[in-house]
């Protein structure tokens, strides 16, 4: 029978990022992929222009029903959308603590709009400490988390370090410019693993949550954290590579496609 990987996310109507890009993922890799929707949005490959969060009690009643019916093998945890949302999703994550449990702490699109208010970051970091694999922040994430600025190598470690210790959660800070490469830096709560690609120069939606829920892929094959996020740095940066332009916003990620593990 085929591990089923779960994700908690958004709805994206492109299917740019959110559930859709999960469960594109999670099918690559041969898994079984369902979802429970947190939020609704309307938006294109250009802007958000609205979301609508989800009850906090359809959400749970979504899990509970799924729960009752499969078992799961992994957890994706996306754009949570509303403060009412954050016990829930701690939950979730409370209830499933002996596989992968990948957490993108989505706080704002692409564009600058605000998909978890700022007011409300410290509470859901708080309530999320302990319960996962990894935490995926960009680079502003990681500001806002840890309230260090990152602007080289250096404030990359000291944040990344910082954010474990807050959260005792490994972490993996996305994004960092250098020169003609983008660093991504992970802290395991021991060693720091660097990842560098090249830049790429189009402006590419969903990123995050590609290599994320890849990095879930890779862990419910049995890879180690650090492989994990190897192996998903690379996969995420052919995959930009790859990525196609259907409207007159961002770039987005094409499927199907051929996945290379080595």
Known sequence: MKKILLSVAGFDPSSGAGVLLDLKVFQEFGFQGMSILTSLTAQNTKEVQRIHALPSRFLWEQYKTLEADVSFSGIKVGMIGSKDNIRVVSQILSRNKNMPRVVDPVFKSSEGAWLLKREFIPGYISAIGGKASLLTPNLEEAQLISGNQIKNPEDLKAAAEKIYFQTKIPCLIKGLGIRSTIMDLLYDGTKFYSFENEKIKKRVHGTGC??????????????SLGKACLLASRFTHRARQEAIKP???????PFPRERKSK
């Open 210 to 223: 590609f290599l994320s829920s890849s990095i879930l892929g890779f862990l419910a094959e049995g890879h």
């Open 247 to 253: 409207g007159m916003g961002r770039y987005i990620i």
